[in-house]
């Protein structure tokens, strides 16, 4: 059974530039978690979804940030502009309703000049 | 501001010595508590969880947890140089929107042979 599966990998892009995260969470969880992670302030979360709906959104660190899921298989976090300071790991997890335990993908590694 | 609470380390011990790594946590409500093993450039894995008070044992691992000091903490028994790693606390929180897990800044356990 695959697990979260989160694209690109690694993203090197240049500030002011758009970038876009995409995760495809286990078949069959409903929930799904974006987090992200640096040295300073640990793995925070961003923004998680409830049967495709947004639950909770205020770790969302500015307007700058959105995120979408619009359908079970499929959700992006967008960066528009990027900044130096959103360099970190993203990642996505997902979670099967009624139970707690979330699964993480493998992140994107982000670095913007 | 919930928030949950962990020595960054390093804590450093030696092959087959017990690794002790401890978490306080601020919400009162919350009921359930994980132990999540994160690996220097990969993504964290639930290794625990723990739910009432008293002891919880898998292994060579044994999760504590006491709700009335907001005490969670994790025992690593006969401990290996494989389980040089960085450990997660984390604790679920319900709020209005639903249920999300709140990550302290991990722990680095170093175990030397």
């Known amino acids: 059974d695959a697990g979260v599966i989160q694209s690109p990998r690694h993203e090197v892009t240049e500030m002011g530039q758009e970038v876009t995260l995409r995760c495809k969470p286990i078949?069959?969880?409903?929930?799904l978690f974006w987090y992200r992670q640096t040295m300073m302030r640990g793995l925070e979360l961003l923004i998680y979804?409830?049967?495709?709906?947004?639950?909770?959104d205020s770790g969302m660190p500015e307007d700058r940030f959105s995120a979408k899921m619009p359908n079970a298989s499929f959700s992006t976090l967008k960066i528009q502009p990027s900044e130096p300071r959103d360099s970190a790991v993203y990642f996505c997890?997902?979670?099967?309703?009624?139970?707690?335990?979330?699964?993480f993908g493998p992140g994107t590694r982000l670095l913007v000049l | 501001q919930k928030e949950v609470e962990q020595n960054s380390g390093p804590l450093s011990v030696p092959e087959g010595a017990i690794a002790s790594l401890n978490c306080t946590y601020s919400d009162r409500v919350s009921q359930s508590f994980f132990w999540y093993r994160q690996y220097s450039g990969k993504s964290p894995e639930l290794i625990m969880s723990i739910y009432s008070n008293g002891d919880k044992e898998d292994g060579r691992f044994t999760a504590q947890l006491n709700k009335a000091s907001q005490y969670v903490s994790l025992l690593i028994r006969d401990s290996q140089p494989s389980d040089s790693a960085t450990y997660l606390c984390a604790v679920n929180i319900k709020n209005q929107a639903g249920t999300a897990l709140i990550f302290g800044k991990g722990t680095t356990l170093s175990v030397s042979s």
């Open positions: 979804f409830n049967n495709n709906v947004p639950i909770d």
């Open positions: 997890a997902s979670r099967k309703q009624g139970r707690e335990t979330q699964y």
């Open positions: 078949s069959g969880h409903n929930s």
